[in-house]
């Protein structure tokens, strides 16, 4: 069980905007910044989206990142084929022993 | 550019150790924190552990703490968690990732693979 909340699956058609939400506590998500990430097929996870909503040079503008109160969004616009990937939140918890918390990934399906 | 190479993975018995590095290259290593985390298999991230530039603060998460130790040698560039106790649900790729002040994971190694089976 994860401490943030993603769907485990979303999808879409080429062209299209997907969300995919993240769901947290005042704790995480409501106190601290959220990132994201990306994890092609085989791939180790690649940075997305830092402190809620800036994009790592080479990130398309098509990825955006949102937060409101304990929860955040990722939003991908003009859906591509090559966006289909496994997608994780992730934001540092300041009441658990453990520094950072992430959530269980959404599995992006490209129709 | 920057490279983080994970190595010491494996298969190990129940019980037993194992020691990962993770090699960096291409920015100065002593001016970022660390951290391991991993992903058991077909499941999500986990994060593991932390250090500090300096290596005076450690965080673990609740899953390792007693049996595992995150060190660091900043004058060869590297990063280690030492793994005692293994469990099998300790199974899991193990990736170590860069963090900084203003970003955090922003360069993954490519993984190295942690088994425990009898």
């Known amino acids: 069980q994860s401490v943030l909340t993603q769907p485990p699956s979303a999808s879409g058609t080429p062209g299209q905007r997907v969300t995919i939400s993240c769901s947290g506590s005042?704790?995480?998500?409501?106190?601290?910044?959220v990132y994201w990430y990306q994890q092609l097929p085989g791939t180790a996870p690649k940075l997305l989206i830092y402190r809620n909503n800036q994009r790592p040079s080479g990130v398309p503008d098509r990825f955006s990142g949102s937060k409101s109160g304990t929860s955040a969004s990722l939003a991908i616009s003009g859906l591509r084929s090559e966006d289909e990937a496994d997608y994780y939140c992730a934001a540092w918890d300041d009441s658990l022993s453990g520094l950072w918390v992430f959530g269980g990934g959404t599995k992006l399906t490209v129709l | 550019q920057v490279q983080l190479v994970e190595s010491g993975g494996g298969l190990v018995k129940p019980g037993g150790s194992l020691r990962l590095s993770c090699a960096a290259s291409?920015?100065?290593?002593?001016?970022?924190?660390m951290s391991w985390i991993r992903q058991a298999p077909g499941k999500g991230l986990e994060w593991v552990s932390y250090?500090?530039?300096?290596?005076?603060?450690?965080y673990y998460a609740d899953s390792v703490k007693g049996r595992f130790t995150i060190s660091r040698d900043n004058a060869k560039n590297s990063l280690y968690l030492q793994m005692n106790s293994l469990r099998a649900e300790d199974t899991a790729v193990y990736y170590c990732?860069?963090?900084?002040?203003?970003?955090?994971?922003?360069?993954w190694g490519q993984g190295t693979l942690v088994t425990v089976s009898s």
């Open positions: 005042s704790s995480n998500i409501g106190s601290n910044y």
């Open positions: 291409g920015f100065t290593f002593s001016d970022y924190y």
């Open positions: 990732a860069r963090d900084g002040d203003w970003v955090s994971f922003d360069y």
């Open positions: 250090i500090s530039s300096s290596g005076s603060t450690i």
